[in-house]
């Protein structure tokens, strides 16, 4: 699974090269900058599409979230991550974006829902019984509110603390904690009540890791 | 030893990873001979585990960064934006102060017609040719507020003007240029639209002059543009007004007042 990230470009950048990068592309470099998209895009792309479950809304609000970042880069604070600032940007971009939809149609993608778009090595890999109960634990993360949803993706894919996830979603840490502890708590939930015995959420997480 | 419930509580300060290691070791323990907290531990375990390694969502399509890039270089605002700014943050305090002589010197010719007696022109424009002191101070201090450390770091490696004589340097010109109308004479609105924007124009011409003058290497002219049409024959039954006067600065201003441009 790892080696599939680094080959998809999803290798996050260590501080000090992401640092390096941020102050030439500053400097007008523009391979740095092409460097930054492509670090980021991906995990930027999924988490706005998790939160918006629409791909050419989510492709929009990353585009946008990476021309603004690079247009303000001369105000950035080289003391945060450039990553934490993009995915501000983005959850920003994306509530933008829901309360837009409030007032016209608009439509999911129901598509590219996970259990209708397989990996083939998933498909080889795990079990029917764990693909069902990681489907079950998506759709109890599109069931979220889109603050629980957004702390949880952030808590688990990018590896950010509490306090992190408080400044990026721009809530008090105590509000951002009980965001993902509720959204735990519901997870737990849905999962428990499909689980008859722990050998399959054994299962499970072996064909997770 | 702790009991399911209070291992329970204890479950999202874990996962948070904020458990001090005394705690840590007692949730352990309890886990270790408790089947059920094991198993409520596992099903949460397992749902950061999906979501941490499981990526189904679709995927971007590979032109995605090309696109980024032209779009980006099709409006580099980064680098062409910070003078810009500067010039916004610096001169939209002058613009409204620059406003208030317009409207005062617009207006008050026109008060001063009927019998009542009212403040007179002259006294008027000389007091607003330089803003009250504690206005000016207070908007600079605005402008400055609104500068990132950066730009404000860039002010202050650029060459320093005192605040006082850059709003001089910027009201001058508009002052001179509409100051025919405080002799009592009264303008048409029209001629004073006209008179507004050659002091305009003389505004921007001077921003440039002094640029260029400061940065020749530079090779480049920042303009306000021009939106005036010449207006030598409106200028020609008056007398030639004289230079205003720079007023006196107030010596507080140049202290916490960035040196623009």
Redesign the interface.
Same mark, same amino acid.
């Given at each position: 699974?790892f080696a599939?990230?680094a080959e $998809?470009g =999803?290798a996050k950048l260590t501080r000090r090269a992401e640092k390096k990068l941020v102050s030439q592309a500053?400097e007008?470099c523009?391979e740095s @900058?092409?460097l930054l998209?492509?670090a980021h !895009?991906?995990r930027l792309?999924?988490f706005s599409?998790?939160i918006l479950r629409n791909?050419h809304e989510a492709?929009e609000v990353?585009?946008d979230a990476?021309?603004r970042a690079? $247009? $303000?880069?001369?105000?950035f +604070?080289s003391e945060y991550r450039f990553s934490t600032w993009l995915f501000t940007i983005a959850y920003r971009l994306c509530l933008n974006q829901i309360r837009r939809r409030k007032s016209k149609t608009y439509e999911l993608?129901y598509a590219?829902m996970?259990s209708s =778009?397989?990996?083939v090595s998933?498909q080889v890999a795990e079990s029917e019984e764990a693909r069902r109960? !990681?489907d079950q634990?998506?759709a109890a993360?599109d069931e979220l509110s889109v603050q629980q949803r957004a702390a949880?993706?952030l808590f688990?894919?990018e590896d950010m603390s509490?306090e992190a996830i408080a400044g990026a979603l721009g809530i008090p840490v105590a509000t951002a !904690?009980s965001h993902?502890?509720r959204a735990?708590g519901r997870?737990?939930e849905s999962?428990?009540a499909m689980?008859k015995d722990?050998s399959q959420?054994?299962a499970?997480?072996e064909a @997770? +890791? | 030893m702790i009991t399911c419930l209070h291992a329970r509580q204890l479950f &999202?300060r874990h996962?948070?990873d904020?458990l001090p290691p005394s705690l840590r070791a007692e949730l352990h323990a309890h886990l270790l001979q408790c089947?059920e907290c094991? %198993?409520?531990m596992?099903?949460?375990? %397992?749902?950061?585990?999906?979501?941490?390694? &499981?990526?189904?969502?679709?995927? /971007?399509?590979a032109s995605?960064?090309d696109?980024?890039?032209a779009?980006?270089?099709a409006?580099p605002? %980064?680098?062409g934006?910070?003078w810009h700014r500067l010039v916004y943050y610096v001169a939209s305090p002058m613009a409204a102060a620059a406003s208030i002589v317009l409207a005062f010197l617009m207006f008050s010719p026109m008060l001063g017609t009927d019998d009542t007696p009212s403040v007179k022109p002259t006294a008027i424009a000389s007091e607003m040719i330089a803003p009250p002191a504690p206005f000016r101070q207070a908007a600079m201090q605005r402008a400055h507020r609104s500068l990132?450390? /950066?730009?404000k770091a860039e002010l202050e490696r650029t060459p320093t003007m005192s605040a006082t004589s850059f709003l001089d340097y910027l009201l001058a010109p508009v002052v001179e240029g509409t100051k025919n109308t405080v002799d009592g004479t009264r303008r048409s609105a029209k001629d004073m639209e006209a008179l507004i924007m050659f002091a305009f124009d003389s505004m921007s011409d001077q921003l440039a002059a002094e640029f260029r003058e400061r940065y020749p290497e530079d090779g480049f002219t920042p303009s306000l543009g021009k939106v005036g049409s010449d207006v030598s024959p409106l200028m020609a039954p008056f007398p030639a007004a004289a230079p205003a006067q720079p007023s006196p600065p107030a010596p507080q201003a140049e202290d916490d007042t960035p040196g623009p441009i």
């Open positions: 699974m599939r990230q $998809s =999803e500053r007008g523009e @900058a092409r998209v492509e !895009k991906d792309f999924a599409w998790r791909h492709e990353c585009q990476f021309l690079f $247009s $303000s880069l001369d105000s +604070s993608d590219a996970p =778009e397989p990996d998933d109960l !990681k634990i998506w993360v949880v993706l688990y894919r509490c !904690k993902l502890h735990r997870l737990r999962l428990a689980v722990p959420i054994q499970l997480r @997770a +890791s | &999202d996962l948070d904020e089947s094991q %198993a409520e596992a099903i949460l375990e %397992a749902c950061g585990d999906v979501i941490r390694l &499981d990526r189904r969502e679709p995927k /971007l399509a995605f960064t696109r980024v890039m779009t980006r270089r409006a605002v %980064a680098s934006r910070r990132t450390p /950066l730009e």
